[in-house]
């Protein structure tokens, strides 16, 4: 069984900083790439941002571009997501999400492209 576990989300005001982790566990699985996605109350799930998980190629929604940052540690089999400069239209709910097939980056942009969730991290950013 494969497990995701984030972390590292809280209550924090515009402008400010945090830094999401996302660690893999359980049953070895090779992906091709990772991913946050994010839901907002009301509203359905969005895509944040990809990593392909050996080169380390990554896109971003242009909601966050500038602003965020995915990044991972293979060693560690790990995804981070620094967020930075958030504003209170960032509140919401943060997933992070594995793909084990190769569907580019025009594929992981959907969220029915990954096979593996994490049971998400809140984030709040008060204005």
């Known amino acids: 069984q494969v497990q995701l576990v984030e972390s590292g989300g809280g209550l924090v005001q515009a402008g400010g900083s945090l830094r999401l982790s996302c660690a893999a566990s359980?049953?070895?699985?090779?992906?091709?790439?990772r991913a946050w996605f994010r839901q907002a109350p009301g509203k359905e799930r969005e895509f944040v941002a990809h990593?392909?998980?050996?080169?380390?190629?990554?896109y971003y929604a242009d909601s966050v571009k500038g602003r965020f940052t995915i990044s991972r540690d293979s060693a560690k089999n790990t995804l981070y997501l620094q967020m930075n400069s958030l504003k209170p239209e960032d509140t919401a709910v943060y997933y992070c999400?594995?793909?084990?097939?190769?569907?580019?980056?025009?594929?992981?942009?959907?969220?029915?492209?990954?096979?593996?969730w994490g049971q998400g991290t809140q984030v709040t950013v008060s204005s």
């Open positions: 359980g049953r070895p699985f090779g992906s091709y790439a």
């Open positions: 990593i392909t998980w050996s080169g380390g190629n990554t």
């Open positions: 999400a594995a793909a084990t097939f190769n569907f580019g980056h025009t594929g992981w942009v959907k969220s029915g492209s990954y096979d593996y």
